[in-house]
Nanobody, 123 residues
Framework: QVQLVESGGGLVQAGGSLRLSCAAS????????LGWFRQAPGKGREFVAS????????YYADSVKGRFTISRDNAKNTVYLQMNSLKPEDTAVYYC????????????????WGQGTQVTVSS
């Protein structure tokens, strides 16, 4: 089992940058695929980015491709989301999640979730 705690959210102007972190506690962090999701007010939770266990592969939603970068440091039990060129439509609560699947593709395939961190982008 793994516990996840996000940090790094905040208020930023459009065009700015933020880096989210998600620290994990528990065993075998390196055995989990990790993902970032977000949920805007009144909308469902949507996929943002994911990374495989060994950082061999990363995946992004089309809406963030080229602007966001997911990475992980297995020695620090932490996954990051670097967000550049932020837009007002990126405003949401951002969640990190962990999956025992090799390449999770569905939200339901992530077994563990953090509590979320708010990102607000002003225009």
């Amino acid at each position: 089992q793994v516990q996840l705690v996000e940090s790094g959210g905040g208020l930023v102007q459009a065009g700015g940058s933020l880096r989210l972190s998600c620290a994990a506690s528990g065993r075998d962090f390196s055995s989990y695929a990790l993902g970032w999701f977000r949920q805007a007010p009144g909308k469902g939770r949507e996929f943002v980015a994911s990374i495989t266990r060994s950082s061999g592969s990363t995946y992004y939603a089309d809406s963030v491709k080229g602007r966001f970068t997911i990475s992980r440091d297995n020695a620090k039990n932490t996954v990051y989301l670097q967000m550049n060129s932020l837009k007002p439509e990126d405003t949401a609560v951002y969640y990190c999640a962990a999956s025992t699947r090799v390449v999770p593709q569905l939200l339901s395939e992530y077994e563990y979730w953090g509590q979320g961190t708010q990102v607000t982008v002003s225009s």
